[in-house]
């Protein structure tokens, strides 16, 4: 069973910091993109930052130089540190995996983490 597990959601103040964690099962994490997506209220759902099998990193604009996105493949789990975090940060925050095979698409999702930053 595939399964996406995050942690480390909370309240933090304006400026404060948060590392949010995301843990996999049930397929090959080392052959699958992680990401991280977020949805705050009355928004869509939008990429934070993603990292490749390869290492290679993707963000956000509004997110560069404040999140770093890393992944443990022998732990099968992908880090998102937050910091210098703004109200406009709060959403619930999800966990994705990702990889295109020559068979078909493999799309997995977490159950989100909510992120509320706020004074």
């Known amino acids: 069973q595939v399964q996406l597990v995050e942690s480390g959601g909370g309240l933090v103040q304006p400026g404060g910091s948060l590392r949010l964690s995301c843990t996999g099962s049930g397929f090959d994490f080392s052959a699958h993109t992680m990401g991280w997506y977020r949805q705050g209220p009355g928004k869509q759902r939008e990429l934070v930052a993603a990292?490749?099998?390869?290492?290679?990193?993707d963000y956000a604009d509004s997110m560069k130089g404040r999140f770093t996105i890393s992944r443990d493949d022998a732990e099968k789990t992908v880090s998102l540190q937050m910091s210098s975090l703004r109200i406009e940060d709060t959403a619930v925050y999800y966990c994705?995996?990702?990889?295109?095979?020559?068979?078909?698409?493999?799309?997995?999702w977490g159950q989100g983490t909510q992120v509320t930053v706020s004074s």
């Open positions: 990292m490749g099998p390869s290492g290679r990193t």
């Open positions: 994705n995996a990702a990889r295109i095979d020559t068979v078909r698409n493999y799309i997995y």
